[in-house]
């Protein structure tokens, strides 16, 4: 893409009225805009990172067997009142239509997909099954400090498993603790987070939280130094040896709570009368399982994680683009090189039979009233893993920097590609 | 996908509270599933099919330059005071927070962009300026009784347009009326969808609806026999005459409105005060057009026009898969060859060095306990392109037929092969 065509420009200063490291910079560099208080915009560059972290996350729920459905935001007060969420769901935000009937607008999907999967599930042959969804969320979060980390309304990936019995849920359990693993791996935050027991509610010992290590975080976790899963400061206080291993070593630290598996067992499929048949024709409660993960606080929490004083640093898997070419080209030779190796990257491994490919994602630097140092510190800011720059100085070569990097060197177009792919 | 894997099963009767086609058969075919009125959860098959939708629309709004963001739902009620539309928008849901703070739930997105391109456009070099989302909108309506035609919550694209002047704007609206055009040639709707001429408000005489032939429409237009193009029923009366070719002759008929593009002028930009700068400094309102496609409308206009007595009959570019396999296999043989054509035609085309490719997608009726009988009804019903029958009968052969046309033939896996890439 053209940044000369792009939608938004950086800033020099951060909003005055954001606190968090993550708002800071995902404002300055133009990746969201805030409309209020935990209510963002997600703008081009932004929309490209989110898209990235959904397509990491829909490719492991599709390896654990997930379906992708889609429910709505609106949903009616009776299935909330089944459930009893409609009188103590604090952050619940309900509205009436014009003939008074009440809604909920959507803070959880439980009250929707408990009634859908009565539907279609009957007897232990529809089980297991498992639905997955992207979808915002709603919630009436008062307090919004933390940026994208903490959000009124924010996309949500929610997955809901439906099972015979407890040893199948359990079953499943433990693939989506791999699964959700894999994601945070995935998304570059692997290194910081740590499997985190947590209260497991009436039906379980323990849930378990993902939480990745950072100074921004508003949860205290307790890591265990034997085997670095950690315990949640709730649960802390009764538990005081680490449910995995056995270890009595601990430090605590703050951090980000990025996503979170639970055990529902019936408390859902009672109310709705969700049950199915065994062999002998028996009828039992269906148990449930469900598994969050919240995109814009998976965004935030690698900003948190990964920057610098000038900026972000994405990892690659995330990154809105994989390189960021700039053009400092003043005679017509330089100026030509970096022309036609934007198009080479752009273009790279199309076939001709016109399959699809998306070749390299090169974000292209042609501004031309722009200086050199204020295209650096774009750079910076933005935090595409490679810069690459073209200039009279660099006599048809190309001048390689790794965003995480400090040192830069001279490559040719074959030796770029190389690397880049 | 296996389809004795698939959360949905079909329902031979339909749903008694649904008097639409579209719902109706969607409904009972598995692709929707109704929470209230006018409130659908698109289920795997559904969703498939709004993904391809979306991929339509997107390649189209890339095209012509759009960039894609994505805006909250939840929006302040300031921003609907400063347009006026607080007040006099009828079905705008409204509600309020624990602090009695009042908020809009987006019926639509002029009251969110139109502050948001203020924050980046400052000069005529920021112009033109193209912005569009895939996000749901939210409208108070009482009645719902067209399926998914018409929902008080429904997935919209929504571009805005921003220029220097209305000239320009003109310019983008020609070329935003081809990039419908094609939306909805390749959706397969393009025979049936006519340019209609609508009320264009006080900025420009006319706007346009794009307005599908079908019996299920809720509008009436009046189709030029001349040139194919059409006048809304509202403003037929004062036209008369067709405004494009000059026509006197029209014909009467039902249509649905599967999109429209509207010239906004300064309506929006002037209450919240966006301006560019010409070149000699001046200020000037911006001049906007706004572009909307509502993607259920067009899943289920497609229904309405594309079905027999049967069941849906999908056009290939938005089938949720492009063939149906069905065995009837009782010997070792013919079950192993179902088996083996479901994986080859799903790997087709994936090269060895893992690059992405979707393969041909197939959705393979591998049920045991289902007779023949229901398995041909379930796939009349579902409306995929291609049938592909594996029998006994069939000895090492496939029996292809298309699901609009009646003949089956005998073909073998390389014919196949050849038909469906």
Redesign the interface.
Known sequence: MLQS?????TKREAPKDEESINAQFLIRA?FV?K??AG??????LG?RV?KKIENIIREEMNAI?G??????????KENWMATGRWETMDDL???K???EREFA?GATHEE?VTP?AK??IDSYKDLP?Y?YQFQ?K?R?E?RSKSGILRG??F?MKDLYSFHTDEKDLDKYYKKAMKAYENVFEKSGLGDKTHITFASGGSFSKYSHEFQTLSEAGEDIIHICQKCGQAINKEIFGEVKVCPNCGGKDFEEAKAIEVGNIFKLGTKYSAPFNLKSKNEKGEEKDVVMGCYGIGLGRVMGTIVEVSHDDKGIIWPESVAPFKAHLISLAQSANSKAQAEKLYKTLSAY?RSTEG?Q?SGIEVLYDDRIEVSAGEKFADADLLGIPYRLVISDKTKGKIELKKRAESEAKLVDEEELVRILT
Chains 1, 2 share one sequence.
């Open positions: 065509q792009l939608f938004t420009k133009g805009d409309l209020m209510v963002y915009t997600y703008l081009p929309l989110i067997g379906q992708e459905i889609f429910m709505p935001a609106l949903q009616p935000y309900r509205l239509d014009k003939s607008l929707v859908l539907k279609f099954m639905l915002d709603f009436m008062l009124r309304e996309i491994g399959r490919n």
